[in-house]
RNA sequence: UCCAGAGUAGCUCAAUGGUAGAGCGUCCGGCUGUUAACCGGAAUGUUGCAGGUUCGAGCCCUGCCUCUGGAGCCA
């Protein structure tokens, strides 16, 4: 039976027959034996195995070079030489899968950018294994700190039939040939489709049924963003609270960082070490200041005094009811915060219509949570729960009401105060890591011209 | 989409307008309980693509492509 690696680096008793699969990381030769590193995934480090000469298996060894696939069968024994706790004594080898000379990875560090450039052999590095077993644990804590909390997980659907959620552009879904917006009645969904740019509208209506939900899946935007910190496919949470309001929407969110952060420190120690060694330094103090300290909370209006006040020259105008752009965002909450950031209630003309509005009658109850080094991670609102209001604001922004028909409906039958909040995973992972690119964070990134794989 | 920078060996990078190189990797040999081992040797190029200037272009000019950083849009 398969032991994996982390498992036997875990061990502490020596073992007879072991076995081990997996990928040859570096072979150096002695007379009479040979240390093969493998790597199997399980965890960043390799397990040493000592191959004698006259091992049955040995004589393919020279094929057994890196990027190679073997299975070996041993005794797991301390090792007698620094470096390594335990090392695996081989008593058979096999060569399952040899990799010849062309094998792109070197036991040298590779930049990533190079290594975006062979997205399928770039799991088997260690920057990228490191990264991606990150992710799937910090996708299991997603879960585990919403159902800890009682939270219902939705899965709101891929392909939506509303073109106008105005969260940016879509990409259109079709069966139809030729000229598609000639007759998209005789489209396959009799209408024209998109590729989901939110699950929140949806998720709206499952709350206002199940009380508290999220969401956790992919989402689409066709906005041609060439940035480190745009995909046109991403993965989106979006948690949504009935009976809930703004207030406990900056609560949940603050949380929900924190735990992460939390989660991370606690569960991906080794594969964070990798990261302070070679993508982020601070990465372990960002991390705890984050679990460590409440983030500050800044109603619009005063970021923008604070802006104005702070005597910086901003390359964009500071002025209520413009948007923050990134300097000033950058500003708030690496130099003013220090921390991460909340700023809440937003002039109304900048934000959507499902947002509500204050009793001010200018600003809605908009929040965005900002981190340092990566800007906005989340962004939320308390839900106008009040129809008229609701289609006043459809109004107010141009919109048709027969196109939220069903979204009014929530309002129109036993409606609640309800918030929730919407945050990119990657971005997440990003500031979790300290890794700049998204394209590093998802396994195959799909940017404006490249669904390469 | 806009602004800036960069494309030279498998990778990371050198190369006054004058014969295209190094380190690493690869291959061959040696040495060693080794640790991104070490020592010696060898192979490896349409200098991103297409034009132009010049006796001569990796280098200068024009267009295009790709990548990187920043900006906008946002998560």
Redesign the pocket.
């Known amino acids: 039976m398969r032991t994996l690696i982390k498992h036997i680096l875990a061990s502490t008793e020596p073992g007879d027959s072991i076995t081990v699969k997996g990928w040859v990381r570096?072979r150096?030769?002695?007379?009479g034996?040979s240390?093969l590193?493998l790597n199997d995934g399980s965890c960043l480090a390799n397990l040493?195995v000592?191959v004698d000469a006259g091992t049955p298996g040995s004589e393919h060894i020279?094929r057994l070079?890196?990027g190679a696939s073997a299975v070996v069968e041993g005794k797991l024994v301390p090792?007698?030489?620094?470096?390594?706790k335990w090392?695996l004594?081989a008593s058979r080898v096999e060569l399952i899968g040899t990799a010849d000379?062309?094998?792109?990875l070197?036991?040298?560090?590779?930049?990533p950018?190079?290594l975006?450039?062979i997205a399928h052999l770039r799991p088997r590095s260690n920057l990228f294994g490191a990264i991606f077993r990150l992710r799937s644990r910090l996708a299991f804590a997603v879960h585990q700190f919403f159902q800890e909390r009682d939270f219902v997980y939705v899965h709101t659907p891929i392909i939506t039939g509303s073109d106008c959620e105005g969260?940016?552009e879509m990409f259109r879904v079709t069966s139809l040939k030729g000229n598609i917006d000639e007759k998209p009645e005789a489209d396959f969904f009799g209408k024209k489709t998109y590729l989901t740019v939110?699950g929140q509208l949806e998720g709206e209506a499952f709350a206002c049924a199940l009380s508290n939900i999220y969401t956790f899946g992919p989402?689409f935007?066709a906005?041609?963003?060439?940035?480190?910190?745009?995909?046109?496919e991403?993965w989106?949470i979006e948690p949504e609270m009935a009976f809930c309001d703004l207030q406990g929407d900056m609560d949940l969110g603050e949380a929900f960082i924190k735990a992460m952060a939390q989660h991370a420190l606690e569960h991906c120690g080794e594969d964070l070490a990798l990261f302070a060694k070679f993508v982020d330094k601070g990465v372990h103090e960002r991390l705890k200041f984050v679990v460590e300290r409440p983030f500050v909370r800044v109603p619009y209006t005063e970021a923008i005094g604070i802006l104005k006040q702070s005597g910086r020259q901003f390359?964009?105008p500071v002025e209520y009811g413009l948007?923050l752009?990134?300097?000033h965002?950058?500003f708030l909450t690496e130099e003013y915060a220090k921390s991460p950031a909340t700023v809440f209630n937003y002039p109304r003309e900048i934000k959507p219509f499902y947002m509500r509005l204050n009793e001010d009658g200018k600003t809605v109850t908009a929040m965005?949570i900002l981190v340092p080094g990566i800007?906005?991670?989340?962004?939320g609102a308390q839900r106008e729960e009040r129809l008229d209001q609701l289609l006043d604001n459809m109004k107010y922004q141009k919109l048709n009401p027969d196109d939220y028909a069903w979204y009014a409906d929530l309002r129109r039958y036993g409606t609640v105060p309800h918030a929730g909040f919407?945050?990119?995973f990657?971005?997440l992972l990003m500031f979790l890591t300290g890794v700049?690119?998204?394209?590093d964070v998802i396994p195959f990134a799909r940017?404006?011209?490249?669904a390469e794989f």
């Open positions: 570096t150096r030769d002695s007379k034996f240390f590193e040493q000592v020279t070079v890196t090792s007698p030489a620094q470096g390594q090392e004594r000379a062309a094998y792109p070197q036991k040298k560090g590779h930049t950018e190079f975006r450039t969260a940016g939110s989402t935007r906005e041609n963003s060439n940035t480190a910190r745009h995909a046109a991403f989106m390359e964009f948007n752009q990134s300097e965002e950058r965005d800007g906005e991670v989340i962004g919407g945050l990119g990657e971005r700049s690119n998204i394209r940017t404006p011209g490249n």
